[in-house]
């Protein structure tokens, strides 16, 4: 894009990348789109390459001397991308070019100063808070670093203007006398280093459950304008894959860029990982899928596995609802008025039970509940079962209302003897109620008084039904 002649000269440069890691010596640059801004905030031009072998091949030693004169003594400002920057140098280095200090700055950490009542402070949410259009709205695949460098020097625009009567920050115009002192040098001093190979193409990321907003309210809760843009590119690397248990040693190299030292990058990555674990826990997401979810975010930050199982055990209600009577018999509980499948769940996780993650409660764990929250029954106050023999000696008008099933039971023998069946279709009327009776022998079985004595029968138990839980899987927005 050629320069516009009605704005002024350019200086600020909105920068955006897309790097392969999070480590800087090992990480390749793929994308960089420049748009440069003057001191009035008007768009003076803008500039992007594709440096990824997917895409169309241009090596950075062709570009270089092109980011050198779109670069050179502007004062850089990304929204919160000092990793890509770094990487930036670092590639420039390989190359045989030896560079200055950068003048950079965040548009991130300026809004706390222009936008300081965000809850969060992703670049969508800073451009739309400020009336800046964003095309793609942030979310990949949608943008791209075009549309970010776009956004940027859009923001930066109102910034620079002080839309909203807010006082201008002192920030924005020392950036450019830093970076008007340092220019960059004609070309490499040095030769080349031998190519680095490409990383190969990355996995998904381990996130599943946890993406997105759950990532956003987390960093709110915890961060501030010294640690939000640590938190956000830890945020960001965990989403897309590029931090994972086997790149986290990468941390080190962001830390010194966001001015944290390694207790204190810890401590911050600590209080975001007890942050999304209680987020978890409030929306009932800790069933077996979640917990290995969050172990492996904790393997990832360096955090320890009983920050998850801890907290969970702290939420598990140490009172349940009593479920016995007052007279030492089961109440009947339908898993809401009284123990919720929620509570039950936690409960289980604290004891130790594996749900594996299960839509509905196993029963073995349901009747381990049952019998953990309730009295001893005493089962000896229970009226005795009637002696048959007792049975045989009462008089036959007092035999159990069962006993007539019972009778109704014809033995085939008796069948067997019966005479033939009439033609004419006149049958004794005991040959048809004997015959009655056999159809229902299938229905009706013989009431066994001789039977050992059911000692749960007639006890209320927990309704298997209502026990289900809201499918696995949540939203991530």
């Known amino acids: 894009m050629a320069r516009d002649e009605r704005v002024g000269k350019p200086a600020y440069a909105a920068v955006s990348t897309r790097i392969t890691g999070i480590e800087v010596a090992r990480a390749r640059l793929r994308e960089i789109a420049v748009v440069r801004i003057d001191e009035r905030g008007a768009v003076v031009d803008e500039w992007s390459a594709v440096l990824h072998p997917d895409g169309a091949w241009i090596a950075l030693a062709d570009v270089a001397s092109t980011l050198r004169e779109r670069l050179s003594q502007m004062a850089i400002v990304t929204h919160n991308g000092r990793l890509g920057i770094e990487v930036l140098r670092a590639e420039l280095a390989h190359l045989g070019w030896q560079l200055p200090a950068f003048a950079q700055m965040t548009t991130m950490d300026a809004s706390y100063h222009y936008l300081p009542g965000l809850a969060h402070r992703r670049l969508s949410d800073c451009c739309t808070a400020a009336g800046v259009p964003f095309e793609g709205g ?9 549309n970010e460098a776009r956004a940027t020097a859009g923001l930066l625009s109102r910034f620079v203007q002080s839309v909203g009567g807010v006082p201008d920050l002192p920030e924005l115009l020392q950036v450019t006398l830093r970076a008007w002192v340092y220019p960059w040098p004609a070309g490499p001093s040095r030769v080349a280093e031998a190519p680095r190979p490409w990383p190969g ?46 790149t986290s040693a990468g941390l080190a190299d962001a830390e ?31 069933h077996l899928e979640a917990r290995q979810e969050l172990w492996r975010v904790a393997d ?20 349940f609802p009593k479920l016995v009577e007052e007279s030492g018999a089961k109440k009947p509980t339908d898993g809401r008025s009284v123990a919720t499948p929620a509570q039950m769940r936690a409960w289980a996780i604290a004891n130790g039970f594996d ?46 209302a069962d006993r007539t099933l019972h009778d109704l039971s014809v033995p085939d023998q008796a069948l067997r003897d019966e005479p033939p069946h009439d033609p004419s279709g006149h049958n004794p009327p005991a040959r048809e109620a004997r015959h009655a009776a056999a159809e229902l022998r299938p229905i009706l079985r013989p009431t066994r008084t001789d039977r050992e004595p059911d000692l749960d029968e007639g006890v209320p138990q927990l309704e298997f039904d209502r026990l289900e839980t809201p499918p696995i899987g949540n939203p991530v927005v």
């Open 138 to 146: 942030g979310s990949p695949p949608h943008t791209s670093p075009v």
């Open 201 to 246: 193409r990355r996995a998904p990321g381990i996130l599943t459950t946890l993406g997105g907003q759950p990532l956003a309210d987390a960093i709110s809760a915890v961060a501030d304008v010294h640690t939000h843009g640590y938190l956000a590119l830890v945020a960001e690397t965990l989403q897309d894959g590029r931090l994972t248990p086997e």
């Open 256 to 286: 010194p860029l966001y001015r944290l030292t390694p207790d204190a990058a810890s401590g911050i990555r600590r209080k975001f990982f007890d942050a999304l674990v209680h987020q978890a826990i409030e929306a009932d997401r800790y």
């Open 300 to 319: 990832t930050l360096g955090c320890p596995r009983d920050a998850v199982i801890e907290p969970i055990v702290e939420a598990t209600p140490v009172e």
């Open 355 to 400: 749900v594996e993650g299960y839509i509905r409660l196993p029963w073995s764990i349901v009747r381990a509940f049952e019998e953990a929250h309730a009295e001893p029954v005493d089962r000896a106050a229970r009226e005795p079962v009637p002696d048959r023999a007792a049975q045989d000696k009462a008089p036959h008008d007092q035999a159990p």
